[in-house]
């Protein structure tokens, strides 16, 4: 928000004329790495172990705001042991990528919706906003620096990492003065890479991510730490994800892992409602878009895991998914809740779950046409 006058004003003018083409030389400053690394090969990828040569950093205090915006090589972060966040978890981040098109271009999906909820996150973290059209400039200005590490092999992508970190050496308990806010980049590899599978999900009553009134809406990292255990426990039962019931009365659907959830009952497309302890997913909102311009009835309610099972038991539960950035669908084969397991539809992946799974694919990847304006070119 407190950038110099001047940059605010060089924005404004570039935004009303050119809103998806900020080439304007904004006042960030460039170190660029003196050696480059040498870039994994696009099937040796995985998720999240390799870093690209750069970052984006940018500080904040109460005297300057949001200051010293940079692009640096990627590297170690100095801080204090008593840096408020290693402590207390003031922490926030988002997570989205950058395609490599079949021609070689660079695209971001939906980059706007990821900064506009890092800033929602940041007010319930207590976290000073920042501009966020200042901050898509820099990730662009970022990756147009690290653009050879945008992965090109069928299904890779760049994962984008932003962060912001409570920086205060002080171990009392307030909220932070001093932030630091960076942009880490990761090629990944397919999330599927074996094929397009379903995955078994573990329900659990004892353990809940978020309760009515707490963070569960913010993308924060305690949210995170706080679904380890039961994940273990999933883990121990032969399941990959836990299906989180409402942290008040367990009963009541929310999310599966770090993915928003769908279930595809009778002729509707039925996901629970964003009642503050769920993250509203931007893959979410795109599959509840595509959907409904398919003429699909979509609706957004509570829905109990006793209402999933009676579907079950009726013939009515077709096909059951996550959503989310990293997997983009990620198809349910087998529920497990109170010690029964039930299979969806012949536990095989459906046509609606493909379906959408290949049309996302082709919007990100540029194959297909982009009728909502979701993507954003890298040029
Ligand atoms: C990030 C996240 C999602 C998915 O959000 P997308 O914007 O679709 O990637 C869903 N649930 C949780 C808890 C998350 O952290």
Same mark, same amino acid.
């Given at each position: 928000m407190l950038f110099s006058r001047n940059i605010i004003n060089i924005y404004n003018n570039v935004v009303k004329t050119n809103h998806y083409n900020l080439e304007v030389a904004v006042e960030i400053t460039y170190k660029k790495a003196e050696t480059l690394k040498n870039r994994p090969?696009?099937?040796?990828?995985?998720?999240?172990? #390799?870093?690209?040569d750069h970052m984006f950093n940018m500080d904040y205090n109460p005297q300057d705001g949001w200051h010293n915006p940079r692009i640096e090589p990627y590297g170690p972060i100095a801080m204090d042991p008593s840096s408020m966040v290693l402590h207390y978890g003031q922490a926030i981040f988002e997570g989205l990528k950058a395609y490599r098109t079949d021609s070689g271009e660079i695209q971001l999906f939906r980059p706007k919706d990821n900064l506009q909820r890092l800033n929602f996150s940041a007010d319930k973290l207590c976290i000073p906003a920042f501009d966020e059209t200042f901050v898509l400039d820099a990730l662009l200005q970022l990756l147009r620096i690290d653009k050879d590490w945008?992965?090109?092999?069928?299904?890779?992508?760049?994962?984008?990492?932003?962060?912001?970190?409570?920086?205060?050496?002080?171990?009392?308990?307030?909220?932070?003065n001093? #932030?630091?806010?960076?942009?880490?980049?990761?090629?990944?590899?397919?999330?599927?890479?074996?094929?397009?599978?379903?995955?078994?999900?573990?329900?659990?009553?004892?353990y809940v991510r978020a309760v009515r009134g707490g963070v569960g809406q913010a993308k924060t990292a305690g949210n995170y730490a706080a679904s380890l255990y039961a994940t273990s426990l999933?883990?121990?039962?032969?399941?990959?994800?836990?299906?989180?019931?409402?942290?008040?009365?367990?009963?009541?659907?929310?999310?599966?892992?770090? !993915?928003?959830?769908?279930f595809c009952i009778g002729d509707e497309l039925i996901t629970p409602e964003l009642n503050r302890s769920i993250l509203a997913g931007v893959t979410r909102d795109s599959v509840i878009k595509l959907a409904k311009s398919w003429g699909v009835k979509v609706v957004e309610r509570q829905l109990s895991i006793d209402e999933v099972f009676e579907a079950h038991e009726k013939g009515l539960l077709k096909e059951v998914f996550g959503s989310g950035t990293a997997a983009i669908i990620s198809p349910v084969g087998k529920i497990k809740f109170d010690g029964k397991e039930i299979t969806v539809g012949d536990g095989n992946v459906g046509p609606f779950s493909a379906k959408l799974f290949?049309?996302? !694919?082709?919007?990100?990847?540029?194959?297909?046409?982009?009728? #909502?304006?979701w993507i954003m070119p890298v040029k």
């Amino acid at each position: 928000m407190l950038f110099s006058r001047n940059i605010i004003n060089i924005y404004n003018n570039v935004v009303k004329t050119n809103h998806y083409n900020l080439e304007v030389a904004v006042e960030i400053t460039y170190k660029k790495a003196e050696t480059l690394k040498n870039r994994p090969e696009g099937s040796a990828l995985g998720f999240g172990t #390799f870093f690209t040569d750069h970052m984006f950093n940018m500080d904040y205090n109460p005297q300057d705001g949001w200051h010293n915006p940079r692009i640096e090589p990627y590297g170690p972060i100095a801080m204090d042991p008593s840096s408020m966040v290693l402590h207390y978890g003031q922490a926030i981040f988002e997570g989205l990528k950058a395609y490599r098109t079949d021609s070689g271009e660079i695209q971001l999906f939906r980059p706007k919706d990821n900064l506009q909820r890092l800033n929602f996150s940041a007010d319930k973290l207590c976290i000073p906003a920042f501009d966020e059209t200042f901050v898509l400039d820099a990730l662009l200005q970022l990756l147009r620096i690290d653009k050879d590490w945008v992965p090109s092999a069928p299904g890779t992508s760049l994962y984008i990492r932003p962060t912001i970190i409570a920086t205060d050496p002080y171990i009392g308990l307030r909220s932070s003065n001093t #932030f630091r806010f960076f942009i880490i980049l990761s090629p990944v590899g397919a999330y599927y890479p074996e094929g397009f599978n379903p995955v078994k999900i573990w329900v659990t009553k004892e353990y809940v991510r978020a309760v009515r009134g707490g963070v569960g809406q913010a993308k924060t990292a305690g949210n995170y730490a706080a679904s380890l255990y039961a994940t273990s426990l999933a883990y121990k039962d032969g399941y990959t994800q836990v299906l989180w019931l409402d942290g008040v009365e367990q009963k009541y659907i929310e999310e599966v892992g770090t !993915m928003n959830i769908f279930f595809c009952i009778g002729d509707e497309l039925i996901t629970p409602e964003l009642n503050r302890s769920i993250l509203a997913g931007v893959t979410r909102d795109s599959v509840i878009k595509l959907a409904k311009s398919w003429g699909v009835k979509v609706v957004e309610r509570q829905l109990s895991i006793d209402e999933v099972f009676e579907a079950h038991e009726k013939g009515l539960l077709k096909e059951v998914f996550g959503s989310g950035t990293a997997a983009i669908i990620s198809p349910v084969g087998k529920i497990k809740f109170d010690g029964k397991e039930i299979t969806v539809g012949d536990g095989n992946v459906g046509p609606f779950s493909a379906k959408l799974f290949n049309d996302l !694919m082709d919007i990100q990847y540029g194959k297909s046409d982009d009728p #909502f304006h979701w993507i954003m070119p890298v040029k």
